[in-house]
């Protein structure tokens, strides 16, 4: 299984040798933001997949990107990959069931609909449970983006909301 989390945490104030997004790789260790949490097992299980399939990626997204690339000769290791996507996928759905899957992520958005339709195809192999699998049409951050509009929305509420009661004439 592949997963992993996206941080939400600001980065705080301190100076950065390297961006906190930026997943730097320098001297052979990898600098940023989440380089040593799920992240980094995310990375190495996706490069460990593509050198097991003869690719030689960059990156996890580069790897995809190449996969789809090479066509049928790339079929092998996003197959795996969604599969292994999948299993995750279901595990999820098991417990809340929510009829709809965004990939998001650079390894998502790299995949597009054809790996979002393999990660659907591996989900209906394993589960009982239809699930849509698509891909994210949100640029940045969309878990961030989706919890500060959740923040705003009820910080309006409990700020409006109070104003809209009558006031008594005394």
């Known amino acids: 299984c592949v997963n992993g989390h ?16 930026s997943g730097t790789l ?10 040593v949490d799920m992240k980094g097992a995310v990375v190495a299980a996706v490069h460990a997949l593509a050198r097991a ?3 030689d990626p960059a ?13 049928p000769a ?4 996003l197959d795996e990959l969604a599969n292994r996507l999948a299993v995750g996928v279901a595990s ?12 998001a992520g650079e390894i998502g958005m790299a995949g597009g609909k054809e790996l979002a339709a393999r990660v659907e195809a591996g989900v209906s192999a394993i589960s ?3 699930v849509d699998v698509r891909v994210s049409t949100v640029d940045g951050n969309p878990v961030l983006q989706g919890a500060l509009l959740t923040a705003l929305s009820a910080a309006r509420d409990d700020v409006f909301d109070s104003t809209t009661e009558p006031v008594a004439e005394a």
Not at 13 to 20: E, I, K, L, V, Y
């Open 128 to 130: 009982p449970l239809r």
């Open 53 to 55: 399939h003869k690719l």
């Open 6 to 21: 996206v941080d939400v945490v600001s980065p705080g104030t301190a100076a950065w040798r390297h961006g906190p997004w």
């Open 92 to 103: 999820v759905c098991a417990v809340l069931d929510p009829g709809l899957v965004v990939l």
């Open 26 to 35: 320098e001297d052979g260790r990898l600098y940023g933001r989440g380089a």
């Open 74 to 77: 790339g079929r092998a290791f």
């Open 59 to 71: 990156s996890p997204e580069q790897a995809v990107a190449d996969a789809l690339a090479a066509g």
